[in-house]
T-cell receptor, first 114, second 112 residues
């Protein structure tokens, strides 16, 4: 079974631009979560989607948004990029939401904002 | 590869030794715990999980111990191999919520 797939693998953007990251979950997984990983803050929860609905949202500004499609694929968008948005963005999927099933992560998208 | 964390606690062991990685979790309401391994340039990889109604769970070469009294979790790796070198994260979760709260991570370095 294929794992979680994230595209693109690397991105370089300029301050003020916007970016869209894509995630394809493991087949059959209906919940998709996004995390930001930085050396200073570690792994921080961004949001979770299930059945095309945002279930939970972390403590990030409104510039960070996401969506989920009917096939469970998800995208996240960051608008008006800031230097501090440089990070590894990780997508994770699980079978269901609110259940004790582990998240399975993709290899992330490395975003660099200059 | 990319660095997943700077100034992480580091555990250095020799190949063949047993490794113990510790984690203190923060929320006494957490009842589900997971250990992840992250290699350079990759996302976190699931290793083993444990629910709060258990004190110990064993997998292949790994054992997780849970002490709810002191909110402490540990990961034991038997016969550590160079391929075990990575950053290890513990994560906690409350049943009914999919959000994981991650610890800061520990870097394990295994020398041949």
């Amino acid at each position: 079974k294929a794992g979680v797939t994230q595209t693109p693998r690397y991105l370089i953007k300029t301050r003020g631009q916007q970016v869209t990251l894509s995630c394809s979950p493991i087949s059959g997984h209906r919940s998709v979560s996004w995390y930001q990983q930085t050396p200073g803050q570690g792994l921080q929860f961004l949001f979770e989607y299930f059945s095309e609905t945002q279930r939970n949202k972390g403590n990030f500004p409104g510039r960070f948004s996401g969506r989920q499609f009917s096939n469970s694929r998800s995208e996240m968008n960051v608008s008006t990029l800031e230097l501090g948005d440089s990070a590894l963005y990780l997508c994770a999927s699980s079978l269901d939401t609110g259940s004790d099933s582990p998240l399975h992560f993709g290899n992330g998208t490395r975003l660099t904002v200059t | 590869g990319e660095s997943v964390g700077l100034h992480l606690p580091t555990l250095s062991v020799q190949e063949g030794d047993n490794s113990i990685i510790n984690c203190a979790y923060s929320n006494s309401a957490s009842d589900y715990f997971i250990w992840y391994k992250q290699e350079s340039g990759k996302g976190p990889q699931f290793i083993i999980d444990i629910r709060s109604n258990m004190d110990k769970r064993q997998g292949q070469r790994v054992t997780v111990l849970l002490n709810k009294t002191v909110k402490h979790l540990s990961l034991q790796i038997a016969a550590t191999q160079p391929g075990d070198s990575a950053v290890y994260f513990c994560a906690e979760n409350i049943s009914g919520y999919s959000t994981l709260t991650f610890g800061k991570g520990t870097m394990l370095l295994v020398s041949p």
